[in-house]
């Protein structure tokens, strides 16, 4: 299950609920039981996460009668008894609310977080520890730059060190939807600010994927 779980991809905000559905019905693959009471821990109150909860609730009303269904948003008042509770099953979202979920015994299904950032919390595997990535394929990205910019012909991008896709993989695909790839790869080191007074006069898009040292708040 754990296997299965960790390689799903979440392409909307409405789908975690299926992948929770699925989970209550192998009960065991979790632990020892099905749970009692789902706790879907929130890292803010903004509306993205709230939309996401709404969305799991609805989803699984048809299962009220199997266990309680309870929503918390990290640091308020009584998110840490919540997430406490025996027989409960953790459904945090986002990065903030994994970190904070990951220090009880409770298992838990991760939603709304990359798989980089997913197993950088959870270095090795656990049998009761899963995830939805919220990653995308590369495919699906280049798509999406040759929807919002038809008339581009090249795409840069830039490696970092934790970048798992390689060069050639990503050309591959580039020229798959008519796009050729510009790349600057600082998985050796480097420094990106010139990398992209480089980079950016010689291409129509730039294509940033989710590596710290490309993306942080600084850049």
Partial sequence: ???????????SWRMPWRVLALVLLAGPCLGAGAPRQIVVVLSDASAPYQE??????DGLAGESAKFAIRTV???EAGADEAMAQPDSLLVPLGVKAVQ???KADQPL???????????????????????????QPISRHL??????QPRARTVGVVLGPTQAVSQAELATVA??????????????GGDLFPSLQTLLPT????????????????S
């Fill in 1 to 11: 299950m754990y296997g299965l779980l960790k390689n799903l991809r979440l392409p």
């Fill in 109 to 135: 299904i991760a939603a709304l977080i990359s798989r980089q950032s997913f197993e950088k919390i959870f270095p090795s595997a656990r049998r009761s520890i899963s995830a939805v990535y919220l990653d």
């Fill in 52 to 57: 996401a909860a709404h969305a799991i609730r």
């Fill in 100 to 102: 904070v979920a990951a």
């Fill in 143 to 148: 798509q999406l730059v040759r929807v919002a």
């Fill in 175 to 188: 020229s798959s939807v008519g796009l050729r790839l510009s790349a600057v790869d600082l998985s050796g």
């Fill in 203 to 218: 291409v129509d898009a730039l294509l940033l994927f989710p590596d710290p040292l490309v993306v942080n708040r600084n």
């Fill in 73 to 75: 948003v990290v640091g």
